[in-house]
């Protein structure tokens, strides 16, 4: 897969900017505050219509517009897409299309183009907490199966249902519930609890498909080979069911008016050597972990009908060191790849093209 020109419009700083890209290495240069990290956003919300910096739509509008554009050309196999996406600043709905057509499904889009970014706050992924890790696997499933979108949409759905009827019935405990109000809560634990439950087989099975990858790509990039890495998810509802959980949680849940047991609550378990990564790994160690887990992704990806995905590195080699960053390049595919950096190219780095922010010409008022 090929990104053969992408063009934005009132996205994030930029009013007009233009790229045209070449396979292999693309370094896109600038100081901090330039806009080359937006450029990387913009070619990753083209691919997933959703920002890798989990921007709300209205904030990637340049200030002072109402709209922003982003356009692009992929070459997949023998094909062309035109990609094409307007985002409003007003929250209102914003439109896609692909060939000229309406998109219907953004799972749709995902299924023909793959992106995948490393970025500096993946770090997040090991130190931070719970919820990190929950966005890094479920960001991963979406990526290696599309349509699982729909599943992950559903539990969300049946979460925020269950935790409107509990803020409408709760505040005193189970004991004041009348027959209706208990009769609605039976339901909504049925259907959050086989929503949750499909999403966390989900999540165990994308766990059982990286780990792997991941303890080997750990191996090679921190030069250890006898490194010790493992992923696991076992959230505590598991053996019992979702279902049961929930109704030993009922009580607390009425009181507090939101859902206290559930796959939005849980966290993986990341080891080095046997020790918690989050809180017994050096800084350089977890870096090189968050690393590893996203190489892992990108292996399983390349793996699967859409193939190998469009790297976008934002600035990810600054706090390697030298070998650790020699590793890196020695490590990242052949393919498309697009870094952002504020400082120099890093060494051994062979770039197809350096493209400097404040140089880049502005988008055309037309293009076939």
């Given at each position: 897969?090929?990104?053969?020109?992408?063009?934005?419009?009132?996205?994030?700083?930029?009013?007009?900017?233009?790229?045209?890209?070449?396979?292999?290495?693309?370094?896109?240069?600038?100081?901090?505050?330039?806009?080359?990290?937006?450029?990387?956003?913009?070619?990753?919300?083209?691919?997933?219509?959703?920002?890798?910096?989990?921007?709300?739509?209205?904030?990637?509008?340049?200030?002072?517009?109402?709209?922003?554009?982003?356009?692009?050309?992929?070459?997949?196999?023998?094909?062309?897409?035109?990609?094409?996406?307007?985002?409003?600043?007003?929250?209102?709905?914003?439109?896609?299309?692909?060939?000229?057509?309406?998109?219907?499904?953004?799972?749709?889009?995902?299924?023909?183009?793959?992106?995948?970014?490393?970025?500096?706050?993946?770090?997040?992924?090991?130190?931070?907490?719970?919820g990190e890790r929950r966005d890094a696997i479920d960001g991963a499933i979406l990526s290696l199966r599309p349509r699982t979108a729909d599943s992950r949409q559903r539990?969300?759905?049946?979460?925020?249902?269950?935790?409107?009827?509990?803020?409408?019935?709760?505040?005193?405990?189970?004991?004041?519930?009348?027959?209706?109000?208990?009769?609605?809560?039976?339901?909504?634990?049925d259907r959050l609890a086989d929503a949750a439950e499909t999403w966390a087989a989900e999540r165990r099975g994308a766990v059982?498909?990286?780990?792997?990858?991941?303890?080997?790509?750990?191996?090679?990039?921190?030069?250890?080979?006898?490194?010790?890495?493992?992923?696991?998810?076992?959230?505590?509802?598991?053996?019992?069911?979702?279902?049961?959980?929930?109704?030993?949680?009922?009580?607390?849940?009425?009181?507090?008016?939101?859902?206290?047991?559930?796959?939005?609550?849980?966290?993986?378990?990341?080891?080095?050597?046997?020790?918690?990564?989050?809180?017994?790994?050096?800084?350089?160690?977890?870096?090189?972990?968050?690393?590893?887990?996203?190489?892992?992704?990108?292996?399983?990806?390349?793996?699967?009908?859409?193939?190998?995905?469009?790297?976008?590195?934002?600035?990810?080699?600054?706090?390697?060191?030298?070998?650790?960053?020699?590793?890196?390049?020695?490590?990242?595919?052949?393919?498309?790849?697009?870094?952002?950096?504020?400082?120099?190219?890093?060494?051994?780095?062979?770039?197809?093209?350096?493209?400097?922010?404040?140089?880049?010409?502005?988008?055309?008022?037309?293009?076939?």
């Amino acid at each position: 897969m090929l990104l053969r020109w992408l063009e934005v419009r009132d996205f994030r700083p930029h009013e007009s900017v233009a790229l045209e890209l070449s396979e292999g290495l693309t370094v896109i240069r600038g100081s901090n505050g330039s806009g080359k990290t937006s450029l990387l956003e913009a070619v990753g919300y083209l691919a997933t219509l959703a920002s890798f910096r989990r921007a709300a739509a209205g904030d990637l509008v340049r200030a002072g517009t109402s709209s922003a554009v982003v356009r692009g050309e992929f070459s997949v196999g023998d094909r062309r897409l035109l990609v094409e996406t307007e985002i409003r600043a007003d929250g209102g709905r914003n439109r896609t299309q692909v060939n000229r057509q309406p998109l219907r499904r953004a799972a749709e889009l995902q299924e023909q183009v793959a992106v995948l970014s490393f970025q500096p706050d993946d770090l997040l992924v090991v130190k931070g907490p719970p919820g990190e890790r929950r966005d890094a696997i479920d960001g991963a499933i979406l990526s290696l199966r599309p349509r699982t979108a729909d599943s992950r949409q559903r539990l969300a759905a049946c979460l925020r249902q269950r935790n409107a009827l509990l803020r409408q019935v709760g505040g005193r405990g189970e004991t004041g519930l009348d027959g209706e109000g208990r009769r609605s809560l039976d339901i909504w634990d049925d259907r959050l609890a086989d929503a949750a439950e499909t999403w966390a087989a989900e999540r165990r099975g994308a766990v059982a498909e990286l780990q792997p990858g991941m303890e080997r790509c750990f191996r090679r990039l921190a030069g250890d080979g006898d490194a010790r890495v493992t992923m696991s998810y076992d959230p505590p509802w598991l053996n019992s069911g979702l279902k049961a959980a929930l109704a030993a949680a009922r009580g607390e849940d009425l009181r507090r008016g939101v859902t206290t047991v559930g796959p939005h609550r849980d966290d993986l378990d990341w080891r080095l050597g046997g020790l918690p990564a989050r809180s017994h790994a050096s800084q350089g160690n977890q870096r090189c972990l968050s690393l590893a887990f996203r190489l892992a992704v990108h292996d399983s990806m390349t793996a699967s009908p859409a193939g190998a995905p469009l790297l976008l590195l934002d600035d990810v080699f600054s706090e390697l060191d030298p070998a650790r960053q020699e590793r890196l390049l020695g490590m990242l595919p052949a393919g498309q790849i697009l870094l952002a950096t504020a400082g120099d190219t890093p060494l051994g780095a062979r770039p197809e093209q350096v493209l400097e922010v404040t140089d880049l010409p502005r988008a055309p008022t037309a293009r076939p």
